[in-house]
């Protein structure tokens, strides 16, 4: 049974930073690709950022390119997104989630396989 949690959300001023953090639970965390999500209010689920199975491949969703970075621990089971410069509209429900691949880049929702409960993150103006 794999679970994922995430946590590090919250509310921070514009041009603030914050690190979102998802412990993953269960067996072969290195076997599967980690892709960040988020939902701002009233809109549908988008991806943010992904990272291979090593770490050694990432990827960005422009908005966020330059700002946030991804990163992977998987002696701790962990992945994480570092948040700076954080703008309003980066406020949204952040989902983690788990994914089988081979070797592409997953930026599709629907290619995960597990998923987080989320976690809030409000950045004021």
């Known amino acids: 049974q794999v679970q994922l949690v995430e946590s590090g959300g919250g509310l921070v001023q514009a041009g603030g930073s914050l690190r979102l953090s998802c412990t993953y639970s269960?067996?072969?965390?290195?076997?599967?690709?980690m892709g960040w999500f988020r939902q701002p209010p009233g809109k549908e689920r988008e991806f943010v950022s992904g990272?291979?199975?090593?770490?050694?491949?990432?990827d960005y969703a422009d908005p966020v390119k330059g700002r946030f970075t991804i990163s992977r621990d998987n002696a701790k089971n962990t992945v994480y997104l570092q948040m700076n410069s954080l703008k309003p509209e980066d406020t949204a429900v952040y989902f983690c989630?788990?994914?089988?691949?081979?070797?592409?880049?997953?930026?599709?929702?629907?290619?995960?396989?597990?998923w987080g409960q989320g976690t809030q993150v409000s950045v004021s103006s």
């Open positions: 269960g067996r072969m965390f290195s076997s599967y690709f």
């Open positions: 990272i291979g199975r090593n770490g050694g491949t990432t």
């Open positions: 989630a788990a994914g089988w691949t081979d070797s592409e880049i997953l930026t599709a929702a629907h290619r995960y396989d597990y």
